[in-house]
């Protein structure tokens, strides 16, 4: 039984952490190297909650407010005059993504940071003790992919957002503004990797490459999705229990090559990944 | 004839003075290769500090046989491919004549070639697996022989612990420290029920939290590196609900304190603690505190050993008379130095004998000594070594 639960929990924080990044691939084609580096940044909004003496609760938002703030920016600047150079840009965010890291360690130090959780403790279920924060993760990214598809289908943004990723060059000659499209989608991606960042915080060390091991995974995730929200979360859950089902009855060291590798072989077998049509 | 006489005399004493500048500007450089980034960036401002502190008092009282003592510090990344950069340039442009510092394992062993064909004198300060050896190379922590002992004893003396679990990260040191382990558990009539592993920068320890519920072990006994890994692993048992007796072979006080209520109960074995009594200890806090003041890097089991380092530089050197590297390295196995951590001398097979400290972390951070071994010994470790 907590395998199973493992099997959730594990695919939930992979949904949470990939969601930011499938986003923006699927607006702008583009894979936002800095991904990692937006995870870090995210994990020490907890860190500044504590000091300031705010509620442990508060850690997820103000990581979301500093992502959009700071994504914002970054498309403004690095990715928007790079828009015709994809290649080039991607380039841009994977150093983005280092220098990220170096200010993170220049403001707050190499070492590892504590921040406090606002969830603590186990909880009896099923015969076994389980870890309350890993359960309360399963309902987090449950209401993250609600939020998401509520504001991709449920606004005028979200609906030019969606035509903009079917086609861009149509739906400009349609009339819409798709640079405050790709605009929003980056700052909205940003914001969800640091939310994503400052989630993982009570199971993971705070520290300037907290993001990094992240980022690979989230990469392979977000590549065999294509742009669908639920192909993303089946991929999670499908990935993400093989290598929980590998760790357990192989081994961890195995267990943490298996994303990349199933991965591989998914787009090898179907190009289009697990994207329907 | 006169202002020949005063010309030579000028000259020679132009001469002599000019001998005399160069003599004290010919320092011995101790190369100082370690972490400044990487896996060890975060212990290592205080390993550096270590050996700043010991320079800076043995150039007050003149230095070594007359010459200045001077640190090149050079960053290997705590990896293989940083250590062969740094090692080079250390040795091979900086021509330093000695290196003393705490690396990684990946790091010393990426690093001992080169060693090897500089002939340059190495005291490797960092506790490590065992085992390793090189004609060069003198080691003054903690091998597996000294730091193992002292927990697995005490779990199975006051747990009455029987069955193990090893957990540890994907490298030499893991790996090494628990393969020791294993075998000291058998030889005491205990028995491994698991032993997971997970590469270095792995911070998932899910699978390996599932299997170690499944065994229903008695006592965890953990190695991972330094860091991240501690508190990521700590902090996700802790969430797990597991209270087991906990001995981490790998986390140095300034971490444990750090993690807070997660760490209470972790049982840690080490050369050294802040609090020794002794007056050597309480005179290198008290200079240490005064030379670095609010930028002190608290001192600790991988940083006090590198200023003792210096120190048993120093007395090979005079010694041997010369900086002479064939000469240093004989000197080294005999000569001795009082330290922070007591009498240090690398006299069994090139490592020392070292008294060992069984410390339990407290709720509020601090240390409680269990018990103190002295002068434990290293075993052998270089019997192939002459």
């Known amino acids: 039984m907590s395998l199973l639960l493992d099997i959730l929990s594990t695919a939930a924080i992979l949904f949470i952490v990939s969601c930011g990044l499938l986003l923006i691939f699927g607006v702008m084609k583009i894979i936002n190297f800095a991904h990692g580096g937006f995870l870090t940044l995210g994990g020490y909004a907890p860190l500044l909650v504590t000091q300031w003496g705010w509620s442990p609760w508060a850690g997820g938002a103000v990581a979301f407010v500093i992502g959009i703030g700071c994504g914002a920016l970054v498309e403004r600047f690095i990715v928007r005059p790079l828009h015709s150079r994809p290649l080039d840009a991607i380039l841009a965010t994977w150093g983005l993504g280092i220098v990220i890291g170096q200010l993170i360690t220049l403001a707050f130090g190499r070492g590892v940071q504590f921040a406090a959780s606002p969830l603590s403790g186990t909880v009896h279920l099923f015969g076994t003790e389980y870890s309350v924060y890993r359960l309360a993760l399963i309902g987090m990214s449950l209401a993250v992919a609600a939020a998401i598809a509520g504001v991709l289908n449920g606004t005028r943004l979200g609906l030019i957002t969606r035509a903009v990723t079917m086609n861009e060059t149509l739906a400009r000659g349609l009339g819409v503004n798709s640079a405050r499209v790709r605009l929003s989608t980056f700052a909205f991606g940003a914001g969800l990797a640091c939310l994503a960042g400052a989630l993982i915080t009570p199971l993971s060390s705070v520290d300037p490459n907290m993001g990094v091991p992240w980022l690979t995974n989230a990469f392979m995730l977000a590549m065999i999705s294509g742009t669908s929200l639920l192909s993303l979360g089946v991929a999670c859950l499908l990935l993400g229990g093989a290598q929980v089902l590998v760790s357990v009855f192989g081994s961890p060291v195995l267990g943490a090559l298996t994303i990349v590798v199933l991965g591989a072989l998914v787009l090898r077998i179907r190009p289009g990944g697990f994207a329907r049509g | ?386």
């Not at chain 2, 100082?32 to 290592?44: D, F």
């Not at chain 2, 927990?151 to 790996?175: C, E, H, P």
């Not at chain 2, 009594?277 to 008290?286: E, G, I, L, R, V």
Request: a positive charge; glycine letters at 10%; charged letters at 20%.
């Open chain 2, 1 to 386: 004839m006169n202002t020949n006489k005063w010309t030579r005399r000028a000259v020679a004493a132009a001469a002599s003075f000019a001998a005399l500048q160069a003599l004290a500007a010919n320092p011995i450089k101790i190369g100082v290769p370690v972490g400044l980034s990487g896996a060890n960036s975060v212990v290592a401002p205080s390993v550096v500090q270590a050996a700043e502190l010991a320079v800076e008092e043995i150039n007050a009282k003149g230095g070594v046989l007359g010459r200045m003592l001077e640190l090149e510090v050079a960053d290997d990344a705590s990896g293989a491919a940083g250590a062969q950069k740094a090692f080079d340039s250390l040795i091979f442009q900086k021509k330093v004549n000695v290196l003393i510092s705490m690396e990684t394992s990946a790091a010393r062993n990426a690093g001992l070639p080169i060693v090897t064909r500089g002939k340059t004198p190495y005291i490797y300060t960092s506790f490590y697996e065992g085992r390793s050896c090189n004609k060069y190379m003198f080691v003054n922590a903690w091998v597996p022989d000294q730091q193992v002992a002292p927990i697995v004893d005490y779990f199975m003396k006051t747990n009455k612990a029987k069955n193990f679990f090893l957990v540890g990260s994907d490298y030499a040191f893991g790996r090494g420290m628990l393969e020791f382990t294993k075998a000291y558990i058998g030889k005491k009539g205990g028995k491994v029920v698991g032993e997971e592993y997970l590469p270095m920068d792995g911070s998932d320890w899910t699978a390996v939290i599932n299997k170690l519920k499944t065994a229903k072990p008695d006592a965890i006994i953990t190695s991972t590196a330094g860091g991240a890994p501690n508190v990521t692993l700590t902090k996700q048992l802790r969430a797990a609900g597991i209270t087991l007796p906990y001995g981490n072979l790998a986390v140095d006080e300034g971490t444990a304190k750090d993690m807070g209520a997660d760490a209470e109960g972790i049982v840690i074995s080490g050369s050294y603690l802040t609090n020794i009594d002794s007056p050597k200890n309480k005179a290198f806090m008290a200079a240490m505190q005064k030379k670095f003041g609010d930028k002190l890097k608290t001192p600790n089991d991988l940083s006090v050993p590198q200023y003792e380092a210096v120190y048993l530089y120093k007395a090979a050197v005079e010694k041997a008379g010369s900086t002479d590297a064939e000469k240093v390295v004989t000197a080294l196995a005999t000569v001795k130095t009082e330290g922070p951590r007591g009498t240090i001398q690398m006299n069994k097979q090139r490592h020392a004998p070292l008294t060992m400290y069984l410390g339990q972390v407290q709720k509020d951070g601090g240390i409680k000594l269990l018990e103190t071994f002295k002068d434990v010994d290293p075993g052998a470790q270089c019997p192939n070594l002459k």
